[in-house]
């Protein structure tokens, strides 16, 4: 209890913090301490966190995320994000990041990458940024599958499916957009539409998901973020 997690390095219009129950809303200031346990609400804008040990993270409008204790036992993930709407750019200078969104388990290694949960599809993506970047079923994660420089894994309906999808090239100037958005250099979004551009002759771009906040009333508007605590494995 009371462990740092990392800081709120820095937010655009409105951000809130709250508390892991999460009920208790915090001032949100830069340089705001963040406790293991705690979420960040990010309704417009953007918001910057430092995680302990220099890792990066910006977070898009209408995106809620949770900072956890990798090393905590009721975190057998080891998770060091609880992704539970929106998107987020992860990166890691050392070592491995994980993220976990209600049905994925994407690993980020000595680099970055772009993650997105959609409630609204129930859809987990992850996209390269440059780091050995791997998403997988959160409950069978036997197999996990890469995803590339500037290639996107999408995951959903775990019940039905165990495998996520095998990455493929999206539509570079989505990506870019999105991108932009959460601060990514030009030099990274051009390689990025390079790199797409030669390599989506084969297929069709995958599309990328939504993360547009839920309307009220609907089943995940009413979901609560519980629907995230760490659950044994199968």
Known sequence: AGKNCGVLRAFEREAQVFDS???????SICGTKLLCGDWISVDRGKATVELEG???VSA?????FQVLDPQSG??????????????????APKGEIRVVTPNALGRIE?????VLYS???????????????????????????????A??????????????????????????DRLARLGISPAVRDSIEKTVKSGIRTKMP??????????EGSAEFRRSPASLAPRPTP
Do not use: C, W
Not at 21 to 27: A, E, K, N, Q
Not at 206 to 215: D, F, G, M
């Open 74 to 91: 009721e975190n057998p993930e080891a998770a060091h994000l609880a992704l539970y709407r929106g998107e987020l750019v992860v990166q």
């Open 21 to 27: 129950s999460p009920t208790r809303v915090d001032d």
């Open 60 to 64: 898009g409008e209408n995106t809620f």
């Open 119 to 149: 409630g609204a599809a129930e859809e987990s993506q992850i996209v390269g940024l440059g780091a050995e970047t791997t998403l997988e079923n959160r409950f069978f994660g036997d197999r996990k599958m890469k995803a590339g420089f």
């Open 54 to 56: 220099g890792v990066g």
């Open 206 to 215: 995958v599309t990328l998901a939504t993360a547009a906040r839920p309307a």
């Open 110 to 114: 000595k680099g970055g990458a772009y």
């Open 151 to 176: 290639q996107v894994v999408t995951f959903s309906n775990p019940v039905e499916r165990l495998l996520p999808d095998s990455a493929r090239y999206p539509n570079a100037r989505e990506l870019n």
